[in-house]
């Protein structure tokens, strides 16, 4: 097997790994809005998450991960959407923040 075969394959493998760790991640992170959501009865709306931004960046223990950071919508009446933003540091959540929202009763 010459390099550049060896290196393509190499590529491809690591090609493999960002695309399953990337849906990993879309996982945990529409899983965690909605139980966000749930939590404050609010609506999670669309039942999905946007990736809008990814960097590398170093956890509590210095290992080199992937920050994500997810958007997602979510409404307090049904009549708002409200939108919402949420960080992965790696496979963990690191910060939530939401838009100011009316609370009901």
């Known amino acids: 097997m010459d ?3 060896l290196f393509l394959l190499l590529l491809l493998a ?3 790994w960002f695309w399953f ?3 990993r991640a879309l996982e945990i992170a529409r899983n965690m809005g909605k139980n966000i959501c749930n939590n404050e009865n609010l609506q999670f709306l669309d039942d999905t998450v946007a990736n809008i931004g990814l960097v ?3 956890d509590k223990t210095g ?3 992937l920050r994500r ?3 997602f919508l979510f409404s307090e009446t049904g009549n708002t959407r409200l939108e919402g933003q949420l960080v992965l540091l790696g ?3 690191e910060s939530v923040t939401m838009e100011p ?3 009901m009763s």
């Open 21 to 23: 760790d990337s849906l």
């Open 101 to 103: 929202y009316q609370i």
């Open 3 to 5: 390099t550049i075969s």
């Open 56 to 58: 590398l960046a170093r």
């Open 91 to 93: 496979d963990k959540v």
């Open 63 to 65: 290992r080199r991960v």
């Open 69 to 71: 950071t997810y958007r």
């Open 14 to 16: 690591a090609l493999g």
